[in-house]
């Protein structure tokens, strides 16, 4: 990180960049990263750099180092547990290694008591590593940019749209109380931007955006930005189940 990288906004954009890294490895790239952490090799290390990639590597032979280190041997571990779990676990190991990080600039650049809770609230607001691998994010119930007006004009549900729920939702409003269509399907499309909003891309970890083309995978049910995944609208139009990078590169171990 360089000298200028001082303000609560720097190390919190660094902090981004190597998170954003380490989550390409483990879901987009995780072929690529399972191969690199061999177990016959000496004891390995997750790097996220603050360019959104990523590196598996040695440790600095610096001691002490100048940088707070990942966790050691993740390459030991790779063999002896489900692949998942193996996974899950680097994920843990690099949320402390991000936060470490992120701790050791603000005590660097003389943080103080009052940007330290700044930049904690600004790491606190994305989801975790360990919640984005492990798909903890909270799925929405339908693409909204899916779904017409004329309801038979509806594309086939590559991501999986629940029009059932929506039904039933709006069907229980008018029960409830008259109202014009024109304030129901406002309030429809309210409670669809507040579901949406806490859903978290499988792929870059980043919320979801109304104007955004988002695709489920039918294999583990986590949701991605099409373009995090290189899925056009046009495109999905033609896949009958489709499945994310991380689960098309899933073979028997």
Excluded at 116 to 131: A, Q, Y
Aim: one cysteine or more; proline letters at 5%.
């Amino acid at each position: 990180m360089e000298a200028r990288s001082r303000s609560v906004e720097d190390i919190f954009e660094d902090f981004k960049g190597r998170r954003a890294g380490i989550i390409k490895a483990l879901t987009t790239d995780v072929e690529d990263f399972y191969s690199q952490c061999d177990p016959e090799k000496e004891n390995l290390c997750l790097y996220g750099l603050p360019s959104e990639q990523w590196e598996v590597n040695l440790p600095v032979e610096e001691v002490p180092p100048e940088l707070p280190e990942p966790v050691l041997g993740i390459n030991f571990a790779r063999d002896g547990m489900q692949e998942k779990d193996w996974l899950s676990l680097v994920a843990v190991h690099s949320d402390t290694w991000l936060l470490a990080l992120a701790f050791y600039f603000g005590a660097r650049f003389g943080f103080d008591k009052t940007d330290r809770k700044r930049l904690f609230s600004m790491i606190n607001e994305l989801p975790t590593i360990f919640e984005v691998v492990a798909g903890g994010a909270k799925k929405p119930l339908k693409e909204k940019s899916s779904v017409s007006n004329n309801s038979g004009n509806k594309s086939k549900s590559i991501t999986k749209v629940r029009v059932s729920e929506t039904q039933g939702r709006l069907s229980k409003s008018l029960l409830q109380q008259p109202k014009d269509e024109e304030e129901v399907l406002e309030e429809q499309e309210q409670d669809d931007e507040d579901e949406h909003g806490e859903t978290l891309c499988g792929a870059c970890g980043e919320n979801y955006g109304t104007d955004e083309f988002w695709i489920c995978c039918d294999i583990c049910e986590k949701w991605f930005h099409g373009k995090c995944v290189k899925i056009t609208p046009a495109r999905a139009e033609h896949i009958k189940q489709y499945k994310c990078p991380s689960c098309s590169n899933k073979r028997a171990r």
